[in-house]
DNA sequence: TCTGGGGTCCTAGGACCC
DNA sequence: TCTGGGGTCCTAGGACCC
């Protein structure tokens, strides 16, 4: 038997905000953007919950909905500033330690009682650490699986601490919503309706057969997930595993839908560039580069390329993303969204020709010197876009000011 | 309601190979 | 020739999470 903890930050984009911003303190919140552009909420704070805002909601319908509400633009580099402080907490805790994501994390604290005492005292120990060392509110679910303490630790919140002693799992589940379960999301959950199925009481007492026919694998998850158990997919993994990232991408939706070749393009450069850099900074090649399209009907397709040799270089990224984008957009239709996106990490560093070799060297160099810039001066500081487009593009003459990410200097 | 950005995992068909 | 079966890779799409 083993006691997972899930630790759960509370309204954390919001929470950091007030911190670097006192006054918006008790008020209705929203980090996102602006009322008036495109985007989604990122984060409501608990003010701005009750008048219906929740994360994932545009923002003008936020606005609609609350327009006192006071409008932020997101910073993940503090987020991770925070998410740092977040983690050496918990690893001072119990080193036993999994972020799950920039403000959530599973630790396992079996065998702890002799220094903390019972999983109970042991989290209010944790709660009040986090709260003076980084002046942030959680909360804590305790529980035998991880599925189970997360689930807890959400029925916990504001700032609460919820134990589900072992044995009563069961009990505990049964009168939520299946929505509740991590991976129920709205399609699975219209589908479990129709079938009468609306609480995690309701699926446990199904039989199991019923479920891998009409749901198949996923089913049988299910079946598991409403009993509370770990089983089977991402739960079961081991704690403490970090395996880096499996796929690194960047998209961008335009403020405005735009079928300008140019603006389309140079775009694409800057999302190649960015792409790239990343890869640099993981020390990984990809061999498989996707280009993603979004056209102003919101209709969405993908196209991949797996390319013979590994690269992390803006100017090979680019030239297939381009090359893909060339042979698949309808010419004209307006665009919404682009994304790059690469996946596929080179087993062991393969062998090129020589000539190749010698162009890649010449690359890497002068990659390696803007990303130092970029280092030293931010992220704008440095963009090849026009550079890129000069040497893949008939047409060389550009207005450097009008490339987007670029700083007039 | 008019829909971000960065991820993970799963399914499914076709190519290709043994 | 009238047609197996498995494994793996590639590609496209979609559900879901924060």
Redesign the pocket.
């Known amino acids: 038997m083993r006691t997972f903890f899930h630790v759960?930050m509370d309204a954390?984009f919001v929470s950091v905000e007030e911190l670097f911003d006192p006054t918006l303190k008790g008020k209705p919140v929203v980090v996102?953007?602006r009322p008036d552009?495109?985007?989604?909420?990122?984060a409501a704070s608990y003010a701005a919950r009750k008048f219906g805002v929740h994360?994932?909601?545009?923002?003008?319908?936020a606005y609609?909905m609350c327009p006192q509400a006071i409008f932020v633009d997101?910073h993940p580099d503090r987020y991770r500033e925070y998410s740092h402080k977040v983690h050496e907490v918990l690893q001072a805790f119990s080193p036993l330690v999994e972020m799950?994501?920039?403000?959530?994390a599973y630790l396992d604290i079996t065998g702890t009682e002799r220094l903390y005492g019972p999983p109970l005292k042991a989290a209010h120990l944790l709660h009040e650490r986090m709260k003076a060392a980084t002046n942030l509110n959680c909360s804590i679910g305790i529980a035998a699986s991880r599925l189970v303490a997360?689930i807890s630790s959400?029925q916990a919140k504001p700032n609460g601490v919820l134990w589900i002693i072992p044995g009563q799992e069961a009990a505990f589940l049964a009168p939520l919503d299946v929505?509740k379960?991590?991976?129920?999301?709205?399609?699975?959950?219209?589908?479990l309706h129709a079938v009468g199925i609306r609480k995690v009481g309701d699926l446990a007492r199904l039989d199991e057969a019923f479920l891998e026919q009409r749901f198949?694998?996923?089913g049988l998850?299910l079946a598991g997930k409403s009993r509370g158990l770990d089983a089977?997919?991402?739960f079961d993994?081991e704690i403490g595993a970090d395996?880096?990232?499996?796929?690194?991408?960047?998209?961008?939706?335009f403020n405005e839908d735009t079928a300008d070749l140019d603006r389309i393009e140079s775009t694409l450069a800057r999302?190649s560039e960015?792409?790239g850099r990343?890869l640099r900074e993981h020390k990984l090649q990809a061999?498989?580069l996707?280009?993603k399209l979004?056209y102003?009907?919101?209709s969405?397709?993908?196209?991949?390329?797996?390319v013979p040799r590994p690269t992390d270089l803006d100017t090979e990224i680019f030239e297939e993303i381009r090359e893909?984008f060339r042979r698949?957009w309808k010419a004209g239709a307006t665009v919404?969204?682009l994304?790059v996106?690469a996946?596929?990490w080179a087993e062991g560093g393969e062998q090129m020709d020589l000539l190749g070799e010698a162009r890649h060297e010449k690359w890497k160099q002068t990659l390696a010197a803007a990303d130092r810039m970029r280092d030293k001066f931010g992220e704008s500081a440095v963009s090849l876009a026009s550079s890129l487009r000069g040497k893949f593009r008939e047409r060389t003459h550009e207005n450097p000011a009008s490339l987007p990410g670029k700083k007039p200097t």
Do not use: Y
Not at 55 to 61: D, E, F, I
Not at 243 to 253: L, N
Not at 300 to 306: D, Q
């Open positions: 759960d954390f996102g953007g552009e495109r985007g989604v909420v990122s994360s994932a909601m545009p923002l003008r319908t609609q997101g799950a994501s920039i403000d959530e997360k959400d929505r379960v991590p991976g129920v999301g709205k399609v699975t959950e219209k589908n198949g694998k996923w998850a089977g997919g991402w993994s395996e880096g990232p499996k796929s690194i991408s960047h998209e961008h939706t999302l960015m792409v990343r061999r498989t996707q280009l979004r102003s009907d919101f969405t397709i993908t196209r991949a390329h797996s893909l698949n919404r969204l994304g996106h996946a596929g």
